[in-house]
């Protein structure tokens, strides 16, 4: 009896260690997920959405939930069913985190949205006009809007990242 009382503890304290983490893994590993997928070396930046982090989050959050309902439902035949079907949440997740991306390269932009298969792939000349919206107030950071030759569009806030590439980035849409 003793046994089983100590094991399920160690689910709770792994339950308890990957909620600490959590926040932690949540700022490195989308940038080095889509790093390590979708980066060349002629790229100028490689974003990560925001929504890609809440993604990740509930990925995260999926994978605590994973074992933290170890601990909770020790003992009861439906543990592994439910727990192996949060793992399962977890990692589709994780994948579709993984697909929502914008490139900047020094020939192309590329993206794709969340929750889209389609990776959508433009030269720079396939640019029909490029809008970069600046708040007076500076309430809400500045954001590119790319407009393509096909109707699609794309925006892109601009953080402390994208502020270093921001003059190549217009030099670009210049020419």
């Known amino acids: ?28 590993l989308p940038t080095g997920v889509i790093g390590a997928l979708y980066h060349s070396k002629s790229q100028l930046v490689l974003y990560v959405m925001s929504k890609s982090y809440l993604v990740y989050a509930a990925g995260l959050f999926f994978l605590f939930l994973s074992v933290f309902v170890i601990f909770l439902l020790w003992g009861k035949k439906s543990v592994v069913l439910v727990s192996l079907t949060c793992l399962i949440l977890s990692g589709f997740s994780f994948f579709i985190a993984a697909q929502h991306y914008i490139s900047i390269g020094s020939d192309k932009l590329s993206y794709r949205m969340l929750f889209s298969t389609e990776e959508h792939t433009y030269h720079w000349n396939e640019i029909e006009r490029a809008i970069y919206y600046e708040d007076a107030h500076e309430k809400v950071a500045p954001t590119y809007e790319f407009v393509f030759t096909d109707g699609n569009s794309v925006k892109l806030p601009e953080n402390d990242y994208l502020q270093e590439y921001k003059y190549m980035i217009r030099n670009l849409i210049k020419n």
Request: charged residues 15%; proline residues 4%.
């Open 1 to 28: 009896m003793m046994k089983d009382y100590e094991t399920r503890h160690l689910f709770l304290a792994a339950a308890i260690v990957l909620l600490v983490l959590s926040p932690v893994v949540l700022l490195v």
